[in-house]
Nanobody, 119 residues
Framework: VQLQAFGGGLVQAGGTLRLSCAVSGRTFRSDATGWFRRAPGKEREFVAAINPSGSASYYKDSVKGRFTISRDNAKDTVYLQMNNLKPEDTAIYFC?????????????WGQGTLVTVSS
Protein backbone atom coordinates (compact mmCIF):
# COMPACT_ATOMS: atom_id res chain seq x y z
CA VAL A 1 0.00 0.00 0.00
CA GLN A 2 1.14 3.52 -0.74
CA LEU A 3 -0.14 6.70 0.80
CA GLN A 4 0.93 10.02 -0.66
CA ALA A 5 0.10 13.18 1.29
CA PHE A 6 -0.03 16.68 -0.19
CA GLY A 7 -0.98 20.17 0.81
CA GLY A 8 1.27 21.17 3.66
CA GLY A 9 2.81 24.60 3.82
CA LEU A 10 3.25 27.81 5.76
CA VAL A 11 0.17 29.69 6.92
CA GLN A 12 -0.56 32.42 9.40
CA ALA A 13 -2.55 31.79 12.56
CA GLY A 14 -6.25 31.80 11.77
CA GLY A 15 -5.63 30.58 8.24
CA THR A 16 -6.68 27.40 6.47
CA LEU A 17 -5.03 24.47 4.74
CA ARG A 18 -6.39 21.35 3.12
CA LEU A 19 -4.32 18.19 3.19
CA SER A 20 -4.95 15.41 0.68
CA CYS A 21 -3.79 11.83 0.71
CA ALA A 22 -3.97 9.51 -2.29
CA VAL A 23 -4.10 5.82 -1.38
CA SER A 24 -3.12 3.03 -3.77
CA GLY A 25 -2.29 -0.65 -3.66
CA ARG A 26 -5.16 -1.88 -1.53
CA THR A 27 -8.93 -1.82 -1.27
CA PHE A 28 -9.39 1.73 -0.08
CA ARG A 29 -13.12 1.37 0.43
CA SER A 30 -12.68 -1.29 3.12
CA ASP A 31 -10.16 0.69 5.18
CA ALA A 32 -10.65 3.30 7.81
CA THR A 33 -8.24 6.17 7.21
CA GLY A 34 -6.78 8.76 9.50
CA TRP A 35 -4.27 11.49 10.16
CA PHE A 36 -1.57 11.69 12.81
CA ARG A 37 0.91 14.46 13.49
CA ARG A 38 4.25 14.94 15.19
CA ALA A 39 5.10 18.38 16.48
CA PRO A 40 8.73 19.41 17.05
CA GLY A 41 10.05 17.75 20.17
CA LYS A 42 6.80 15.89 20.85
CA GLU A 43 5.41 12.42 20.44
CA ARG A 44 3.31 11.50 17.46
CA GLU A 45 -0.41 11.92 18.16
CA PHE A 46 -3.74 11.02 16.66
CA VAL A 47 -5.60 13.84 14.90
CA ALA A 48 -8.63 12.40 13.09
CA ALA A 49 -10.03 9.24 11.53
CA ILE A 50 -12.95 8.30 9.32
CA ASN A 51 -14.69 4.99 8.75
CA PRO A 52 -14.68 3.23 5.36
CA SER A 53 -18.04 4.60 4.21
CA GLY A 54 -17.33 8.12 5.43
CA SER A 55 -20.40 8.09 7.68
CA ALA A 56 -18.51 8.47 10.97
CA SER A 57 -15.47 10.50 11.97
CA TYR A 58 -13.42 10.92 15.11
CA TYR A 59 -11.20 13.76 16.30
CA LYS A 60 -8.62 14.76 18.84
CA ASP A 61 -10.35 17.12 21.25
CA SER A 62 -8.15 20.10 20.46
CA VAL A 63 -9.06 20.06 16.76
CA LYS A 64 -12.81 19.46 17.06
CA GLY A 65 -14.75 22.23 15.37
CA ARG A 66 -11.68 23.35 13.40
CA PHE A 67 -10.60 20.26 11.43
CA THR A 68 -12.77 18.10 9.20
CA ILE A 69 -11.76 14.73 7.80
CA SER A 70 -13.49 13.44 4.69
CA ARG A 71 -12.91 10.92 1.96
CA ASP A 72 -13.77 10.37 -1.68
CA ASN A 73 -13.94 6.62 -2.29
CA ALA A 74 -14.25 7.14 -6.04
CA LYS A 75 -10.86 8.87 -6.03
CA ASP A 76 -9.19 6.78 -3.28
CA THR A 77 -8.39 9.99 -1.48
CA VAL A 78 -8.77 11.22 2.08
CA TYR A 79 -8.73 14.89 3.07
CA LEU A 80 -8.12 16.95 6.16
CA GLN A 81 -9.59 20.44 6.05
CA MET A 82 -7.91 22.57 8.69
CA ASN A 83 -9.50 25.89 9.61
CA ASN A 84 -8.58 28.50 12.21
CA LEU A 85 -5.08 27.09 12.44
CA LYS A 86 -3.04 27.78 15.54
CA PRO A 87 0.73 27.81 16.06
CA GLU A 88 0.36 24.65 18.16
CA ASP A 89 -0.93 22.86 15.04
CA THR A 90 2.57 23.12 13.57
CA ALA A 91 3.70 19.57 12.88
CA ILE A 92 4.45 16.95 10.29
CA TYR A 93 1.13 15.38 9.33
CA PHE A 94 0.93 11.73 8.32
CA CYS A 95 -1.92 9.99 6.54
CA UNK A 96 -2.68 6.39 7.41
CA UNK A 97 -4.93 3.47 6.56
CA UNK A 98 -6.18 0.96 9.12
CA UNK A 99 -9.21 -0.19 11.11
CA UNK A 100 -11.55 1.38 13.63
CA UNK A 101 -12.63 -0.85 16.52
CA UNK A 102 -13.54 1.44 19.36
CA UNK A 103 -10.47 3.44 18.51
CA UNK A 104 -8.43 3.86 15.36
CA UNK A 105 -5.58 1.42 14.65
CA UNK A 106 -3.37 2.46 11.72
CA UNK A 107 -1.53 -0.25 9.83
CA UNK A 108 -0.04 1.65 6.89
CA TRP A 109 1.66 5.03 6.92
CA GLY A 110 2.47 7.56 4.26
CA GLN A 111 5.26 10.08 4.24
CA GLY A 112 4.58 13.25 6.15
CA THR A 113 3.72 16.71 4.95
CA LEU A 114 4.87 19.69 6.97
CA VAL A 115 2.38 22.25 8.24
CA THR A 116 3.82 25.41 9.78
CA VAL A 117 1.54 27.96 11.43
CA SER A 118 3.10 31.32 12.21
CA SER A 119 1.81 33.57 14.98
Amino acid sequence: VQLQAFGGGLVQAGGTLRLSCAVSGRTFRSDATGWFRRAPGKEREFVAAINPSGSASYYKDSVKGRFTISRDNAKDTVYLQMNNLKPEDTAIYFCTAGVYKGRYFPSSWGQGTLVTVSS
